[in-house]
């Protein structure tokens, strides 16, 4: 089995050739808009964008799903998107990542509500209870 992520609202996966692709707009200047790749392995912060989305360190992007066009922004917990991964066993967990550019931070909720965090930048979410509380 692949490992697969996914979009929460419509199940189409939305990695290829290990990136996750996806539509991201700046929240204060909506002209700047396009896809972001990210790195597949958790804690590997490779970014590429694409042309028409020039993002500078500290800005905040909204992302959506590069299918259905759905926003994967966290409604709990201000400057986070969330998506779906299933690894290579089938084990289905939250991946739970910053929407400031440049801040390095990832989490990891799996079906028992077990947090893995990653990256520098994962002090400024220390407990993300939020999270937990949502269902
Ligand atoms: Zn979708």
């Not at 990210?38 to 799903?65: K, P, Q, R, W």
């Amino acid at each position: 089995m692949n490992l697969v992520y996914k979009c929460p609202h419509c199940n189409a996966s939305i990695n290829a050739k290990r990136n996750i692709i996806l539509a991201a707009e700046s929240v204060h200047n909506k002209s700047k808009k396009g896809l972001v790749l990210l790195h597949e392995e958790i804690g590997n912060y490779t970014v590429a964008m694409s042309s028409s989305l020039t993002i500078d360190n500290g800005e905040e992007v909204n992302f959506f799903c590069p299918v259905c066009n759905e926003s994967l922004n966290n409604m709990q917990g201000d400057n986070l998107a969330s998506f779906t991964r299933i690894d290579e066993a089938g084990e289905e967990s939250t991946i739970v990542i910053s929407r400031i550019y440049g801040e390095r931070c990832t989490f990891q909720v799996d079906d028992k509500k077990q947090v893995k965090s990653y990256g520098e930048s994962v002090q400024k979410y220390l407990n993300p209870e939020w999270f937990l509380r949502q269902e």
